[in-house]
């Protein structure tokens, strides 16, 4: 008898402009308010789930994400790490986490 193996899926990273999109559709939120400067609580939690999903899915780097959000490589780390631990602590947002990776990854 001859076992097949599986092959790994590479699933091509979704692009940025599709991470943007879902997080503003997601937040209510237009690009420019997401972008501009300051430190808001509702465009912060988006722009950290915007980090969290293009790093989780390889789509951009901690340093283009930087640039991209006008803001220091530190803070684009930090704002992913709070995801990450808010995603070990609750199981709940955990699978909304995954919700939104699986949306992204889709079409």
Known sequence: RTILKSRPVHRRAPSMEKILAHVCRNYRLQETTLLAPGRARLPA?????????ALKTKAATL???AQQFGRD????????SRIEERSRQSATFAR???KHIYAISQA
């Open 73 to 80: 490589i530190s803070t684009v780390s930090h704002a992913f």
């Open 63 to 65: 340093t283009a994400l």
């Open 45 to 53: 939690d988006a722009r950290a789930l915007v980090a969290w999903l």
């Open 96 to 98: 909304a986490l995954n």
